[in-house]
C-alpha cells in the first residue's frame, strides 16, 4: 500500500497534468476565440459593404423608373398622336 507521502506526489502529478492540459485549452480556446472574433468583425464589413450596395441599387432603380415612366408618357403621346393622324388619313389612297 503507498505511503501518504507516495499518494501525495501522485495527487499534485495528476494535478500538475490537469493544468497543463487545462491550461493547453484555455489558449486553445483563447486563439479560437480570437479568430472567430476577427471573422465576425470582418464579415461584419462585409454586411456594412453590402447594405451600402444595396441603398445604391435602390437608387439607381429609383431613377430608373422614373425614366421608365417619362419613356412610357412620351410613348403614350406619340400613339395619340398617330391615332389621331391615322384616322385623319383616307382609307385608301
Known amino acids: 500500500m503507498p505511503t501518504q507521502e507516495e499518494r501525495l506526489t501522485t495527487l499534485e502529478q495528476a494535478f500538475t497534468k490537469f493544468q497543463k492540459?487545462?491550461?493547453?485549452?484555455?489558449?486553445?480556446?483563447?486563439?479560437?476565440?480570437?479568430?472567430?472574433?476577427?471573422?465576425?468583425?470582418?464579415?461584419?464589413?462585409?454586411?456594412?459593404?453590402?447594405?451600402?450596395?444595396?441603398?445604391?441599387?435602390?437608387?439607381?432603380?429609383?431613377?430608373?423608373?422614373e425614366r421608365f415612366n417619362r419613356v412610357e408618357t412620351t410613348l403614350n403621346e406619340h400613339t395619340a398622336l398617330l391615332t389621331q393622324i391615322l384616322a385623319r388619313l383616307p382609307e385608301k389612297p
Open 21 to 65: 492540459e487545462t491550461t493547453k485549452y484555455i489558449q486553445e480556446t483563447d486563439e479560437n476565440i480570437t479568430i472567430l472574433l476577427g471573422v465576425i468583425r470582418h464579415q461584419g464589413q462585409d454586411i456594412k459593404r453590402i447594405a451600402q450596395h444595396l441603398e445604391t441599387i435602390d437608387e439607381h432603380l429609383e431613377s430608373m423608373d
